[in-house]
């Protein structure tokens, strides 16, 4: 079962920043995961949620330019990183899972990757469905999946309309039930967040294929046999 952090190290550091995933790689993991949104200007940058507050007041992403993005200080010298940066920094180290947090960044995305080349392991993983089946067809190459929070009683056409054969499910309404009707038709299973090491454990019985943790450190007991 595969560890991934869960926008780094996100307990130790201000999460989707440079330090957290420093700090996910040094505490051992197979891959990383940052949400990714778009700027004022257009730009990519890490961040999962839309508010952010800069000199007392707050604002929407999509109001501040990348510029003014950057110089949010997120505690301990901490920035929203450019996905560029992000990509740059971590692309050849190991695999990157990307979560597509607005409607736009497939276009974005494969504006980028016909100029620089696309890393090795890259995953884009999203809610919207557009967007992912955008990349299947810009990037088959790359791994794909769907982000929901609960498994509905008809999934199949979900996963025929995305193209994917991979999902990322919220941990709180996951039962063994729904692994099995998933592994029946074999699609990849990741879920989130997942922090408590008997919920783990009890995941890695399932044969689930990864979790994503906010303490990446706290789930190396996983490797264990």
């Known amino acids: 079962m595969q560890i991934i952090s869960h926008r780094g190290a996100s307990t130790e550091a201000p999460e989707n920043t440079l330090l957290a995933f420093d700090r996910a790689i040094q505490q051992g993991v197979d891959a990383l995961e940052t949400d990714v949104l778009l700027t004022k200007d257009g730009q990519m940058v890490c961040r999962h949620d839309n508010l952010i507050q800069k000199d007392g007041s707050w604002y929407y992403l999509e109001e501040l330019t990348a510029e003014e993005v950057r110089q949010i200080d997120l505690g301990g010298g901490g920035h929203i990183p450019s996905l560029e940066e992000v990509l740059e ?52 190459e790359a791994g794909h999946s769907i982000v929901l929070s609960a498994l509905p009683g008809r999934f199949q056409p979900l996963f025929e309309d995305a193209r994917a054969r991979e999902v990322s499910l919220y941990r709180g309404y996951l039962t063994l039930d729904t692994v099995k009707k998933l592994q029946d038709q074999d699609i990849r299973i990741r879920v989130y967040p997942v922090n408590v090491p008997k919920e783990a454990a009890k995941f890695k019985e399932w044969k689930i294929d990864g979790i994503f943790t906010d303490q990446p450190g706290v789930m190396q007991f996983l490797r264990k046999k």
Do not use: N, W
């Not at 696309?118 to 810009?138: K, W």
């Open 89 to 140: 920094r971590y692309g050849r180290k190991l695999p990157l899972l990307l979560d597509l947090k607005c409607p736009g960044l497939a276009v974005k995305l494969k504006s980028y990757f016909t100029q620089h080349k696309m890393p090795a392991g890259l995953h884009f993983t999203s809610f919207f469905l557009d967007e992912i089946r955008a990349l299947v067809e810009a990037f088959p």
